[in-house]
């Protein structure tokens, strides 16, 4: 249940205002804020993202996913959904996102049991009921965030509690997959975390399935059934993300944040920017539009 006192004492410690704000705690951050929204273009890196209050709806391919107070969102591997948000200022959304740590969690698997249920297609996203356990764990952690000292000494160790009980749960098969390095979604999600740290490089379906030792078709169909795109769908949505943070956030010309990330056409960039984001670019830049950064 939402507790205004309680946002408001970890808001005071993190300097958190509106966002998603970095706690003292590696790969745990806390994000909050009163405005609702329609449904936007987003991107979702790896990770466990739990709600005290407010309710989000993610539309990915042909599924919706929410999570809320009574679901947690597991994901993992980036994905680019598009988000809508369910906030006020009296039930703001609050909470908290867990990095998915490959190394902690590599550890835990070796000793957790879980599999993927038969006919598991998830595209490496899914909202899970949270149980009782688990709901226990976030609360302590949540209340360890009000304090430097208790954040200091009992957060690392509430972080490693919560990645073991996600591991427990049926659809921790998410985050096992993440984690066997051999499988297909792993190599996908590597040639997704390269498609971010470099998005302006100009890249073919055959370099991509090579970078990820895979066939051609292979890779295609694992990408799409992981991600919910193509992998050529999926680069132009990582490029018109940056751009857009680009020019909304940082103010950069659109032409200058459009040749940044990859584009040769200034012209084909601004068409393609109206067709994702449903604004001009130039709008969104004079304006400051939402266009999630």
């Known amino acids: 249940m939402y507790s205004a006192t309680l946002a408001d004492r970890i808001r005071s410690v993190t300097g958190l ?87 902690v969690l590599s550890e835990l698997a070796a000793t957790v049991t879980a599999s993927a249920p038969p006919n598991y297609t998830s595209h490496g996203i899914e909202a899970v009921p949270t149980g009782p356990e688990l709901r226990d764990a976030v609360s302590r ?14 957060g690392p160790g509430l972080k490693r509690e919560i990645l073991y009980r996600v591991l427990q749960d049926s659809h921790g098969a998410v985050l ?18 390269t498609l971010h740290a470099d998005c302006a490089t100009r890249r073919s379906v055959q370099d991509m399935a090579r970078a990820a030792g895979m066939s051609e078709s292979a890779f295609h169909r694992a990408f799409k059934l992981a991600s919910g795109d193509t992998p050529l769908q999926y680069h132009k949505k990582v490029r018109l993300m940056r751009a857009g943070s680009m020019i909304v956030h940082d103010r950069e010309r659109v032409s200058a944040a459009a ?7 200034a012209a084909q960039f601004s068409r393609d920017f109206k067709r994702y984001f449903g604004v001009n670019a130039a709008d969104a830049r004079r304006s400051g539009l939402a266009v999630p950064g």
């Open 176 to 193: 096992h997959k993440l984690i066997n390095r051999d499988g297909a979604y792993a190599r996908v999600s590597e040639v997704m975390r």
């Open 259 to 265: 040749f940044a990330v990859g584009y040769e056409s």
């Open 17 to 103: 205002k509106t966002g998603l704000m970095a706690t003292d705690i590696p790969g745990v951050g806390v994000f909050y804020s009163e405005t609702p929204t329609d449904r936007v273009p987003f991107i979702y890196e790896s990770g466990i993202l739990f709600v005290q209050s407010g309710r989000k709806k993610l539309y990915l391919a042909d599924q919706v996913y929410v999570y809320d107070p009574d679901h947690y969102l597991v994901v993992g591997l980036p994905v680019a959904p598009e988000c809508e948000t369910i906030a006020s200022r009296e039930e703001p959304i609050f909470g908290l996102c867990i990095d998915a740590d490959v190394a």
């Open 141 to 154: 952690l949540m209340t360890v965030l009000c304090s430097k000292e208790e954040t200091a000494i009992l």
